[in-house]
């Protein structure tokens, strides 16, 4: 079993940054190695991908919408995934989710688990 909380979302004013964090705990982190990544909910839209990173950290996928402005990291010490957010934009308010699974390829179709959410809003 894998637990996930998110923390870090807030309210800024566009062109401003936030940074993410979402720590894991359970059983599973405990015994295997697994990718983790960030999804993204707005008000009547459904939940997008934003960024996932590899165990390693060697790779890291990014939507379009969020390339060069979003950085994913980790630290596995912590059983830790962070976002960083700059330059944000009006359309970045969402419900920010992170989830945990065993590929970076299936993270969407085959995670081990979900986070309740950090509500991230940004105004123009």
């Known amino acids: 079993q894998v637990q996930l909380v998110e923390s870090g979302g807030g309210l800024v004013q566009a062109g401003g940054s936030l940074r993410l964090s979402c720590t894991a705990s359970g059983r599973t982190v405990t015994v295997s190695r697994y990718a983790m990544g960030w999804f993204r909910q707005a008000p009547g839209k459904e939940r997008a991908f934003v960024a996932a990173i590899s165990w390693s950290g060697s790779i890291a996928n990014y939507a379009d919408s969020v390339k060069d402005r979003f950085t994913i990291s980790r630290d596995n010490a912590k059983n830790t995934v962070y976002l960083q957010m700059n330059s944000l934009k009006p359309e970045d308010t969402a419900v920010y989710y992170c989830?945990?699974?065993?590929?970076?390829?299936?993270?969407?179709?085959?995670?081990?688990?979900w986070g309740q959410g950090t509500q991230v809003t940004v105004s123009s």
């Open positions: 989830a945990a699974g065993p590929s970076i390829a299936t993270l969407t179709t085959d995670s081990y688990g």
